[in-house]
């Protein structure tokens, strides 16, 4: 198993993410690090405005991948690249869903 090493600002600021919307709300958004290093993740880019939230839903939309995308890039000519994604469950769901499978399956053929 791979170690991949979280820097206690990015911690903080996907616990902040995750917490600042109500805890019965589904919310994500993308990892980022250092190109040259694979494993170590130094920021995150959350899901904007655009994510269709719910108690069991969290979807990327179009428009929330097109912002998303956008500030990736930004932060790609500065030497950093996507290394993931985060995804933040209610209360008392424990598991990915279905439908989180087949996004997660989506990401990884992309």
């Known amino acids: 198993m791979e170690t991949i090493i979280f820097t206690v600002e990015v911690i903080g600021k996907i ?3 995750c917490f600042s919307l109500s805890s019965a709300v589904e919310t994500g958004g993308i990892l980022i690090g250092p190109k040259n290093n694979t494993k170590v993740i130094t920021d995150i880019i959350p899901s904007t405005k655009y994510a269709e939230r719910s108690r069991c ?3 990327q939309s179009q428009k929330d991948v097109d912002e998303l995308n956008i500030k990736l890039n930004e932060l790609q000519n ?9 995804h933040k469950h209610p209360s008392g769901m424990y598991y990915p869903s279905h439908l989180d499978m087949h996004t997660f399956n989506d990401v990884l053929n992309d």
Do not use: I, V
């Open 15 to 17: 616990l902040s993410n």
């Open 57 to 59: 839903t969290y979807n």
């Open 78 to 86: 500065e030497g950093f690249d996507y290394k993931g994604d985060y």
